[in-house]
Structures are given as C-alpha cells and as structure tokens.
C-alpha cells in the first residue's frame, strides 16, 4: 500500500501570507511511461464534499483560483497558496491514484486564518 | 450539467441492513469511474473503492473488501453502497465521486449520514 503523510498537521497563517503544504508518498507514484505524477490535491470546508484543485501534481482544475499551485514529482508534492484568502480556510488532502484499488489520501492538512 | 445526487441521512441499528444511493446525470454514465469514500467524525477521507458502470468492472480497497458492496443501476444512472451487516464503526459520512478523466475524481456528491447506533 501506498502510505501518504502531510506536513504540517495545520497552520495558521496572516491573509495574504503564502501557504506551503507538503505531501510525501511512501512509493513513487509517477509513472513513468507517461512521466505523469498520479497525485491529487482536494479542499474541503467544514459540512461540504471535497472539491478537487489540483491533479497530475500540477494541473489546477477549471475554476480554481491561480493562487492555488502544485508542485513535486516521484515521492514529494507540495500545494502553495500563493496569497492566503479568508475563504481558503479548510483542510488541504493530497490523493494518490496510481496504486489501484488502494487510492490514498494523506492525513490532511488544516489551514487557518490568524 | 453534471449532477451527483446522494440518497438522503440513514439512522440504523447494529445488525440491519442498509442501501446508499448515488444518482448521477449529465454524462454517459456508463463510460466513467464512480468512486465511494468513508469520512468517519471529525477525521479524514478514507478510499473504499470504485466501480467502472460500463462492465461493473469494481475495485474494493482492502479495507472495505468484504465488508461492504458497490453496485451500480445503468438504467437509472446510480450507484450504490450497501452493507448486510452494520456496525456503531459504520457511522460515517459517505460520498460519492465520479471521474470525468481517468481515476480523477472532480465530481462528488453532497454526502450521506449514516448513524448507526443501538
């Protein structure tokens, strides 16, 4: 099994301030053959369904601001917010779906406003 | 408009049997991934498995592998989750997901309730 960990457990950061999370995957999860990363960043506010941001390490999904970024490659991924915004408060996953059946999430990440 | 439509809160007891929708519109729904995923209270996302419409094609993460069942309904575009035996540890909020693309899952239902408790 593909075992995700997320660093930092959360973190508090000023409106405007730039927000780093980091995702680690137990084993690679690029495969090769597309040099394509199988990694998945979601945002989830409290009492709603995770919204996907970010896929293929760095490809931001239709709609989603261009603060959020995504960066890494192999075993190591980071999501940036570039500008810390109130209604980014939310837990922050990473996903792994290269290992099928076993798809992963990390821990995930909690971002506040201090 | 693709709409992903969960089926509404449940309260069960342990030991009673239980059938969570997913009802999905707006694409072929045969021709895409449905994804199942637990989040238990106040923790984190949890992959229990997806199934491919088209063949039933359907992946359990080992964790789920036994302990619960998904099925799909091509005639009336949903998915399911059922579970014959339910336990207190089944009380979770479950979601649906479909994949657009691949394994990405970018479209997700609202969430279904299950509380199980004596």
């Known amino acids: 099994d593909i075992v995700m960990t997320q660093s930092p457990d959360s973190l508090a950061l000023s409106l405007g301030e730039r927000a780093t999370i980091n995702c680690k995957s137990s084993?690679?999860?690029?495969?090769?053959?597309?040099?394509?990363?199988?990694l998945a960043w979601y945002q989830q506010k409290p009492g709603q369904p995770p919204r996907l941001l970010i896929y293929?390490?760095?490809t931001r999904e239709s709609g989603v601001p261009d603060r959020f970024s995504g960066s890494g490659s192999g075993t190591d991924f980071t999501l940036t917010i570039s500008s810390l915004q109130a209604e980014d408060v939310a837990v922050y996953y990473c996903?792994?779906?290269?290992?099928?059946?076993?798809?992963?999430f990390g821990p995930g990440t909690k971002v506040d406003i201090k | 408009e693709v709409q992903v439509v969960q089926s509404g809160a449940e309260v069960k007891k342990p030991g009673e049997s239980l059938r969570i929708s997913c009802k999905t519109s707006?694409?072929?729904?045969?021709?895409?991934?449905i994804a199942w995923v637990r989040q238990m209270p106040g923790k984190g996302l949890e992959w229990m498995g997806m199934?491919?419409?088209?063949?039933?094609?359907?992946r359990y993460s080992p964790s789920f592998q036994g302990q619960v069942t998904i099925s799909v309904d091509k005639s009336i575009t949903t998915a399911y989750l059922q579970w014959n035996i339910l336990k207190a540890s089944d009380t979770a909020i479950y979601y649906c997901?479909?994949?657009?693309?691949?394994?990405?899952?970018?479209?997700w239902g609202q969430g279904t309730l299950v509380t199980v408790s004596s």
């Open positions: 997901a479909y994949a657009s693309s691949a394994v990405i899952f970018d479209h």
């Open positions: 707006g694409y072929s729904f045969p021709s895409y991934w």
């Open positions: 199934i491919y419409p088209g063949d039933s094609d359907t």
């Open positions: 084993q690679s999860v690029l495969n090769t053959s597309n040099n394509k990363n199988y």
């Open positions: 293929w390490a760095s």
């Open positions: 996903h792994q779906y290269y290992s099928t059946p076993m798809f992963t």
